[in-house]
């Protein structure tokens, strides 16, 4: 069975146990290109196929592709308001985050630990073999407190790294 296109004469209307294929081939196959829901509605239309649910199946053929969820954009976060942080005076609020794992370099470091000054944007940085909370302390007790005093607030991102065990 054939419809009546605008700017293709005739689409061949396609069974619902063939949209899959078609929408896979489409997406994935040689001159797939792993493109959006719409894009790739619009692709089966010119290449002359119908159905009527044409765009909603797109769209959920995309989110089903495990390429595209795994190399695609992630900017679905809502927009949030950004809080200005200031501090009274320097070395008194202190950011820390625990970054890695990197590859593992000389002494067996495959971590770093970074500090930064909110006031000044002073860093201090360090590179660790292993995540402890032993290794956390001795860091801010050598480079923060015996430097530049007890400081007033430090901020972490409460992630697992930051808790004692």
């Known amino acids: 069975m054939y419809r009546r296109g605008f700017s293709i004469p005739l689409l061949k209307c396609v069974e619902e146990s063939e949209v899959s294929e078609i929408l896979s081939e489409i997406h994935e196959g040689i001159n797939g290109q792993h493109i959006g829901g ?6 089966a ?5 119908y159905w009527s649910t044409m ?9 089903k592709c495990d390429k595209c969820q795994q190399h695609g954009d992630m900017h679905l ?18 950011g820390m985050d625990l970054l890695g794992p990197f590859p593992t370099a000389a002494g067996q470091n495959k971590y770093l630990i970074v500090a930064v000054d909110y ?10 073999a292993n ?3 032993f290794n956390v302390l001795r860091f801010f ?25």
Not at 45 to 49: D, I, K
């Open 45 to 49: 239309l010119r290449a002359g196929f």
């Open 141 to 165: 007790k050598r480079n923060i407190l015996a430097r530049f005093g007890i400081p007033q607030v430090v901020i972490t991102d409460k992630g697992f790294n930051s808790q004692t065990r």
């Open 131 to 133: 995540i402890t909370a």
């Open 119 to 128: 006031f000044t944007k002073w860093i201090e940085a360090e590179p660790l």
């Open 77 to 94: 976060a809502p927009p949030s308001e950004l809080k200005m942080l200031s501090s009274p005076w320097p070395f008194s609020w202190w």
């Open 38 to 43: 719409r894009s790739l509605a619009r692709k």
């Open 55 to 63: 765009q909603a199946d797109a769209k959920e053929h995309v989110q």
